[in-house]
């Protein structure tokens, strides 16, 4: 699946982008997964009550299953207008 | 209805016009414009907006679809700028057409209430020092959505 990330989880792991091949099935275990990774992940995932997900591009939370989604979105609480 | 996320500046006036030009039946057009305001006084040299492109069009045209249900409007225009703005320039605007006022400016602050927590955008301020800053969702703008 694609995984992107938007604002400062962006600016925090490096990168706007990319393709992840997981087994995970929620977006927490997504989470687990991509903490384990390397410091700049785990310091981009450390508090999800800072974080927001979309899934396909729609808002979603982090117990949601992945069955099936294409495209997971990371980024903080938005703030347009 | 017509959602439009740019990178440009639109003309107020001219945007306006042709909102209220296609309106038939409606007695009251609301408009509001978000401009680029420097919060530290003099301290802001740009503005830059993020956004989640395919994503933000989605979330607007859901936003709109039901402010226009719920207000019965005869029409609604959202316009939202994404890239580097200049203190004073125009960030973005709604407007809404209905039959009498009171669901015209309801149905204007309900898109603004939403669009600034439900659509993806971020904003980031650029200091005149170089610094820069993610602005922060308030608690306010999320609770905001609790009277609707």
Redesign the interface.
């Known amino acids: 699946m694609d995984v ?1 990330y ?3 989880v962006r600016e925090r792991i490096g990168l706007p982008r990319e393709r992840v091949e997981t087994n995970a099935a929620t977006v927490a275990d997504l989470v687990e997964e991509l903490r384990g990774r390397e410091d700049r992940y785990a310091a981009a995932f450390a508090d999800l009550s800072a974080l927001r997900v ?1 899934l396909d ?3 979603s939370d982090f117990d949601s299953p992945l069955d099936g989604v294409r495209e997971v ?1 990371f ?7 | 209805m017509r959602i439009s996320v740019q990178e440009d500046s639109f003309e107020l006036g001219a945007e306006s016009d042709a909102f209220a030009a296609g309106i038939e039946n409606a007695g009251a057009v609301v408009t509001f414009t ?1 401009v680029v305001r420097d919060a530290d006084q003099g301290g802001l040299q740009a503005m830059e907006i ?1 956004h ?1 492109p ?2 933000t069009e ?2 607007l045209t859901a936003i709109a679809e039901e402010a226009v249900k719920r207000w019965s409007l005869a029409d609604a225009l959202v316009i ?1 700028r994404h890239g580097r703005l200049a203190p004073g320039e125009r ?2 605007m709604v407007a809404t057409a209905a039959r009498h006022r009171k669901d015209a400016f309801e149905a204007a602050e309900y898109l ?1 209430d939403y ?10 301020e650029i200091l005149a020092g170089g610094s820069a800053d ?4 308030k608690d306010a ?2 609770d905001a959505l609790k009277r609707w």
């Open positions: 992107l938007f604002a400062w979309a591009q729609e808002l979105a980024f903080p609480p938005m703030t347009g207008g | 978000g993020e989640y395919g994503m989605k979330a939202h960030i973005m603004m669009l600034k927590s439900r659509a993806p955008f971020w904003k980031k993610w602005v922060a969702a703008d999320e």
